[in-house]
């Protein structure tokens, strides 16, 4: 192993990468579970706002459609960075306020949550319309024929119209997965040691910044690719009861 | 306007008379269009009452406006003796009371809408369990009881998009008759089927009028109107133009429209 890492060349990274210090594998990896982390509750947070979102863009009164039109609209209008930056700083500003009315006095926010809300709030405006689009797309006799026999309304949310729309929305959550692990990356403006920051750091010491911007490259493939894995599977299921597409257009 | 109490005559012989559902003096407007301008009709328990009459008359509204899938204008409705609650606008005072009523009340649809994500037994289940919490080792035991009753015993692991539209309706029919209803409701069951699958349907509702089923049957098919209901209703533009007992209605027509009405549907 050792002779063909230096036959390459490649003995120098190898050390460079090594998990343990002076390498900077370690911090590489811990950088890509922060960034796992935070991807993963923004996600769902961005999920969970999105259903209510989508609830009430449908089915709302008039208020709550126009408020959750002006939350969609500028969330996708805004570049993300700018967001992060807006979302971050007043956010903890507000929460600092609100500790210090209440006399606590200036809290710590631990990055992770930070995160999280911010890139949440970001992920929600997307998903309020993916599955907005999917519950629009569920044939309207399904949810008429679950009224008909005396469902009440959330239960025919919960058996009928969630699991009927499943197939058409995770296309489009996929994306919006990929997009969460890769939008951690720009919490490294707010000093967040995801995966990136880290990457830049330990560049910036070793000067090696081709071996550890290809190494968190090859991390952010192979989450993609692992993701891309999972996401078929969820598909397969939520198409269950689906005849295939394959040979339907021939 | 039309008149009430059509169809007692027709039962009296079954010895059951009581009513399951009655209608008075429906109406229903969409915006500014009249759709139904004084549905009266009563059915008691065995009836087998057909409602017939053009595309656009009504038909499906009316069906619709008895379990509130559509708000109704005014009017009266009395399901099993319990009166549905209504304002003024004919909207229902009382969600929970609409619910409870819409169990008692099976609905089989043109176009089936039976819930393609789940199996036929978890479609012919979901509602038994969920809704009306009946054990669900109870629910299964009598779904595939209902399954194998409509020719599909072996199909319960199926899901619908695999089976033929004759095969759909069946199912959905085994899923009306799993909430034991007081009265089935039909909107035009076979009017979305191949030619050839429409009498597997048809066998299968003939069946559950023989059993003596309270049933309101929408359907194009005037034969099969004629032989198995106790009681024909010709709607026309929204009011009944005429109504009676099968043999009179098909065999004696009275009205001018239902005369070029019966001519035109063959
Ligand atoms: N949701 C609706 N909004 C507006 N008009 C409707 C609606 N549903 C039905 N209509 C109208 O009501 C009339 C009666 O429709 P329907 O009850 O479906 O007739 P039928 O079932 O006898 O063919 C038609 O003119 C139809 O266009
Ligand atoms: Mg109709």
Redesign the interface.
Known sequence: MDLILETLGLAASAELLSLNPPGWGGNLLRGLANSLQIAFGAFGFGLLIGLFGASGKLYGGVVIRDLLAIYTTVIRAVPELVLILILYYVGTDLINKASQMLGYGRVEISGVVAGIWVLGIVQGAYATEVLRGAIKAVPQGQIEAARAFGMPPFMLMRRVTIPAMMSYATPGLANLWLIATKDTALLAIVGFSELTLETRQAAASTRAYFTFFLAAGALYLIVTLFSGAVFARIEKWARRGQPSLRGAHK | MAMSEPAASDTQSDGDDAEAIRVEDLHKSFGSLEVLKGVSLTAHKGDVVAIIGGSGSGKSTFLRCI?F?ETPSSGRIVVNGEEIQMRADGSPVN??Q??????R???V?Q?????????LLENVI??PV??LKVPKDRAIKRAKELLERVGLGDRGDT????LSGGQQQRAAIA?ALA?DPSVMLFDEPTSALDPELVGEVLTVIRDLAAEGRTMLLVTHEMKFAREVATHVVYLFEGRIEEQGPPAELFGNPKSARLKQFLKTVG
């Open positions: 379990n899938l969600r929970r609409i619910e409870r009523v819409r169990t009340l099976g609905m649809f176009a089936f809408n039976l819930w393609t994500h789940r199996t979901e509602v969920h809704v899901f619908p998009s695999f899923r909430v």
